[in-house]
């Protein structure tokens, strides 16, 4: 099975700066990562796919990049509703499908 | 607009049996992979099972296999998942997901249901 590690485990930070997550992964998953932001008491909801694809009504402020098994997804200046957890999802080798253990972006 | 309703959770003994459902709406249902996500109390995602568009190819995540049986009713537009020899660590909301895009499976889901909940006690 195909591991996520994401770092760091928890980001704070303020709103207006800029948020970097990363997410490791334990053998190549090509350009096959997503991302989900995760607000208290919500579903997921997709952000980004296939590394850089922004989902439909996401804003610009979100980016993604990578390859192979290093990926970031970055949060050029933060609103205060960015602050969520946020997990990285691969699907390269499947099954299982599998999810990084989250970041947790808090407010500092 | 695309809708997703789960039903169904409720509070099991181990060992037992129960049946989730996700009435969707807003697409054409039978063009899509659905699948099943779970997360236990404070915990992360975790991908449960996978159906194709027709129902013909499922599959699972290996500590469900065997237990769980993931269906789908095309012609009511929803989807199941059975779920049987219930354990402790399955206690967790269940979310249903649709694929991103149709036909094969795609396992990126840009549509969630709101998630049910599955206790597990004696």
């Known amino acids: 099975d195909i591991v996520l590690t994401q770092s760091p485990a928890t980001l704070s930070l303020s709103p207006g700066e800029k948020a970097t997550l990363s997410c490791r992964a334990s053998?190549?998953?090509?350009?096959?990562l997503a991302w989900y932001q995760q607000r208290p008491g919500q579903a997921p909801r997709l952000l980004v796919y296939d590394t850089s694809h922004r989902a439909v009504g996401i804003p610009a402020r979100f980016s993604g990049s990578g390859s192979g098994t290093d990926f970031t997804l970055t949060i050029s200046s933060l609103e205060p509703e960015d602050f969520a957890v946020y997990y990285c999802q691969q699907r390269r080798s499947w099954p299982p499908v599998t999810f990084g253990q989250g970041t947790k972006l808090e407010i500092k | 607009e695309v809708h997703l309703l789960e039903s169904g959770g409720k509070v099991g003994q181990p060992g037992g049996s129960l049946k989730l459902s996700c009435a969707a709406s807003g697409f054409t249902f039978s063009d899509y992979v659905m699948t099943w996500v779970r997360q236990a109390p404070g915990k992360g995602l975790e991908w449960v099972s996978s159906i194709s568009n027709n129902g013909d190819r499922t599959y699972y995540e290996p500590s469900v296999k065997g237990r769980f049986t993931i269906s789908r009713d095309n012609s009511n537009n929803t989807l199941y998942l059975q779920i049987n020899s219930l354990r402790a660590d399955d206690a967790a909301i269940y979310y249903c997901a649709k694929d991103f895009g149709s036909g094969n499976f795609v396992l990126v889901w840009d549509n969630w249901g709101q998630g049910v909940l599955v206790t597990v006690s004696s």
């Open positions: 053998q190549s998953v090509g350009n096959f």
